[in-house]
């Protein structure tokens, strides 16, 4: 069949597939496919964040972050623009004092660097050899080389991507971040830096913030999510992070508690 011509479906048929819940990656947050992200300021650990969780992947972990996991693959490519081989190596070091994940389960954990071109065709290629649950681009902002603001340039550039995870059946996970100064806000997608055609592109939209007072305090947000239900959606993740870089969950607060940015217990 010419991969160019349209599928074409009927709802009967795809009503008699019977499908109750979205199949997800990490429930219900991320979906098993498609584009999402992890968006936030600086030095909030949105890098430690996403290792941690890929790490869990690759280890078949039944949660993380007391959240249902369902890896198939328990397979992930990390994508690393801004860390080169030996700061990944300390900082993964450093937190899998912690986590205790075996490495023989961290052979699936495989990282790209210098991967600024041809990154998409470089992936097809890696997951056609072997499947993965999730590629995390770490971050979008370095392989993106057009204009960030350009609706058109942006709209092109993610179809690709869109392509990849239909070709795969995979999550791209772009980690990605907010305008300056946009902690002091309350959480929003509009926070997002660049065209808002890239939060358009996502099934969802997850932020990390920093605690104003707290250091060791972080809050995880659903600012978006095409199929997660809006009690997900008003409250925040309450998370500790300590000296060893690795994410525990401690509750859930509202997002009407960010009006002032005062949240610290």
Request: net charge neutral.
């Amino acid at each position: 069949m010419n991969a160019n011509i349209p599928k074409e479906l009927t709802l009967a048929m795809l009503l008699n597939q019977a499908t109750k819940d979205m199949p997800c990656l990490w429930e219900p947050l991320l979906p098993q496919n498609g584009l999402v992200c992890l968006a936030g300021s600086s030095d909030t650990g949105k890098s430690a964040f996403l290792r941690q969780f890929a790490m869990c992947v690759c280890a078949g972990k039944d949660t993380f972050l007391d959240m249902k996991l369902n890896p198939r693959y328990r397979s992930v490519i990390y994508c690393s623009t801004e860390d080169n081989e030996t700061a990944i190596a300390w900082l993964s070091n450093k937190q899998n004092n912690t986590l205790c994940i075996p490495t023989e389960h961290l052979e699936r954990f495989r990282l790209l660097f210098d991967c600024r071109r041809e990154l998409v065709a470089e992936l097809d290629r890696r997951i056609s050899i072997a499947p993965v649950d999730v590629v995390i681009i770490d971050c979008y902002s370095d392989i993106f080389s057009g204009d960030i603001n350009d609706n058109n340039q942006v709209r092109s550039y993610m179809s690709k991507y869109e392509e990849l995870c239909e070709r795969h059946d995979c999550l791209v996970l772009f980690l990605h971040h907010c305008g300056k100064r946009t902690e002091d806000m309350v959480p929003s997608k509009h926070n997002l830096v660049g065209s808002q055609t890239f939060e358009a592109k996502m099934r969802t939209v997850l932020e990390l913030r920093n605690d104003c007072a707290n250091p060791h305090r972080k809050y995880l947000t659903c600012l978006k999510g095409n199929y997660v239900s809006p009690e997900y959606k008003n409250r925040m993740m309450e998370l500790s992070f300590g000296d060893d870089l690795v994410f525990f969950r401690i509750g859930v607060v509202p997002v009407s508690d960010t009006k002032n940015k005062r949240i610290s217990k």
